[in-house]
């Protein structure tokens, strides 16, 4: 029965138009890709390289004899064979440990992204694409340009139900961490000797960076650069919109790089005043993974080494160095910065890449720049605020220097555009530094066309601004033609699109690469979407011709762990004639290498299946990709403040988003999406998503608001300004936490929590654990250190593995709950490789830890122990814990220390078996993750609050209620 009978069926489809994707296995079909096992030595021992030969000329051997390869072409396979999607390394494992074993038992199922054989030309062919990938991590596409459709034609495909043998693995909720490496996926922990490679040669970077030229000269914002460099020559601040795939991340900071004014220097304005000016770029991203990723492309770009001229900061993680002209950092690291340098000194111009994602940390930071680029920092710091989205309106009226007053110059002062021939050419950018410096083009307007004036509320009528010329595009006559503001004006028949200004603010477009795509609709709601996704995928699978790979977006990790199981399970009993399946996940918790995996090319007669989450809707590009699967839904914050709740809730996309997925399917070619709602509840969508700063706690906001010296929170100059009430729960929780006065006040203790790169309940957890009435800082940092860390257990599937899990863990589980059974965890690590020799990655597996995590969870620990290192009494002594086993005392003291923060994340037991919360008194039940499930404590203390199928408390441990009444301020007690 065909999953879809709207005609989607491709060339190769039956005349009757259907498909059956249950009757295309044959039981009979016979493996071809088993690999020979390795000759054994007979004589004397042979070295690797001899017998990775053996294993090659046998591979080579078979496939001869079995007629896939041309035999009158002598062939060196030692030189012409590439790696596979699997790590050469899992290859060699296969064939060693499970050739001959795999041959006679499953030799009738092909794996589901096993390799397809290669000929010749197929083996040539991949090379180039590898080679071409490499150079380019995903921000390649094709050079041809075509006209932008935000949508193609509309379809509806009714889920036909009745379809057997497609069935979506529920995931068990015991977990929320990685799942364990599949046969078609890399070990967690291959690649990691990459940290340690030997340093490429200058040479060899610069000819890469030759080579990545010719792609650079290939991106639609290239041929924009002068007028963007003009742009900020006239202005302080630019916000651009750049679609996904113009290039916009990756060349706005080289494009202002070499300008004048980033060079370091003492300019004295016409007003006879001295600044200093230049310095680095910054480039903020709301997500670490696009932060390092970006860094790592342009400085590859660049011909530079990662931490010098090109570096990034995140938290827990810093490649930079004084040398740094480009830096990338997320948004919350920025505020960091702020703190110690309030007026972002070393910056030349700061970047605030993604501004549509409306991050608290993106709106705060936005709302200092407005103030420093028309305050201290006039004329001497650039903005540039930079979205994928068209809806950026707000954003430039909310930079406008004099927002609410009438810009517009009267009707009579109309001056000439200045000639072409005028426009500022590098040698007099120091005169148009100098002009900026005075206050830019609203202190000296010579030079720009004035226009008439119009009255409004706001200063502008947005049905009859006209746009001023910016001299690079004089010549295009639909100037002549009102527009709405913040409206772009684009022209087909020429490469540059106008730039209108907003008085101090020029605003800007690049068009991404663009290709129609045809919207598909279920013909009813979906029950269930994970279902729906399974059999979509299939559907395209028999259906559509390869190359062509499909995005999935869901919700997150579970979800991605549950579908990658199916999908791979089913494709299994595929016939070996279809094309192979090649899954991958894809979500912001999974290591860095495993998510780069996604840019691989896709290998011949392969279809690449990515299930990620929104992750992959505007900070990730991914070639390659023909289909798009959207779920239309996505995990999202919500705070209670009345409750003092936050949890994460599987809620509606919206249409914003719901169109920046489909756009995924038409970067490089005419492409697909299959939406898996109806258009009715598309259309019911709201416009936009909600901003975060108006749905999550604003406690760190309000204390970073503080800790800079804005003691009015309430009047700030927010891009949206939360509710009152959200603000009212914020002070309440600073206050109790001892991070402001009675008086709202931030007192030193606040100013030491907020030079922390950890929340405010967390951060007051550690400089209770310095005092020396608990002492016990070590062990508190080591708990935080695996509290930050993702993943750190593996996600099992299968329930053997589960079983063996739990028998492994027992001698780390306590009594006392998860946080001391974390700090076990990694206590009994450290005296393991206490030995100088000993087997780091075994430890892991026979514990079924994640060896990446562990030392993703060792680096965080190093630098909370040097921010530390400034706290009084804390030494090299502090650390010395000598792998002594945790007592019951120091247990006790740990937990008493995170009450210190976490004193309003607890719970009383209830009478139904359950747990009360104590503020709110909300029903709670312990996560099954956790060693407390199914145990009856008399209180709970509790990390995390989720909300899945029902409210679970995750990261327990057992407390008693006279330690919360000591730990919480007085107007808790009486919940106590």
Known sequence: MPLFDDGLTSASTPADGKVNVFAIHSTAATSSITAEPATEPTEKPKSNRQLKEERKRAEWAKRIAEGRFDTTKPEKPAKSEEPTPASTKDSKSAADKKGKKDQGKKGEKRKATSEPPKDNEELALLRKQREEARAALGSGGPVKKMKTEEKGNKHQFPLLNGVPA???VTATATTTAKPAAAATITNEDDGEEEQGHRKPQDGMLKAQA????????????????????????????LVMVGQTGSGKSTQIGQFFATEPWTKKRTVTTPSGKEIKVGGCIAITQPRRVAAINLAKRVAQEMGVRLGEEVGYSVRFDNKSSHKTRIKFLTDGMLLQEMLADPLLKKYSCVVVDEAHERTVGTDLAMGFLRGLVYGERRGSL???????????QEMAQFFEEHRGANLLPPPEEVIEDKPEAETPEVETAEEAKEEATAGGPVDDAEGKKKKKKKKNKGGYNPEDLLKERSPVVQQIPSLDEEKPIGTIINSESSTVDVIPYFGSVALFQVPGRQYPVDIHHTAHPMQDYLEAALKTVFQIHVSEPCPGDVLVFLTGQDEIVSLQKSIEEYALTLDTKMPKV???????????????RVFEPTPIRTRKIILSTNIAETSITVSGVRHVIDCGKAKLKQYRPKLGLESLLITPISRSSAMQRSGRAGREAPGKCFRLFTEEDFNALKEATKPEILRTDVANAILILKARGCDDVVNFDYLSPPKLESLQKALEQLYSLGALDNKGKITNLGHQMAKLPLSPPLARVLLAAAESELDCLSEVVDVIA????????????????????EEARKAFHRSEGDHIMLLEVVRAYESYVADKIADKKHWCEQHFVSHRAMQSLLDVRKQLRQYCSSMKGVNAETWQHKGEQISPDMAERVLKAFLKGYFHQTARAGPDGGYLTVLGHQNVTIHPASILFSQRK????????????KPFARWCSAVQLDWVADASPMYLRGGV
């Not at 979500?587 to 860095?592: H, N, Q, T, W």
Request: aromatic share 8%.
């Open 166 to 168: 497609l069935k979506v």
């Open 210 to 237: 030759a080579k990545l030229r010719k792609q650079r000269e290939t991106l639609p914002i290239w041929a924009h650069q002068e007028p963007l460099r003009q742009c900020l020559r006239d202005r302080d601040v």
């Open 382 to 392: 650039k903005v540039v605020i930079m979205s994928a989205t068209l809806g950026v």
């Open 582 to 596: 090649w899954v991958l996940p894809l979500y912001a918790a999974l290591p860095l290498p495993q998510q780069n």
């Open 786 to 805: 695996a509290l930050n860390t993702d993943n750190l257990f593996p996600m099992l599937l299968n329930d053997e593995q589960r079983e063996a899990m």
């Open 938 to 949: 008399e209180a709970i203390m509790y990390f995390e609050y989720v909300f899945t199928t």
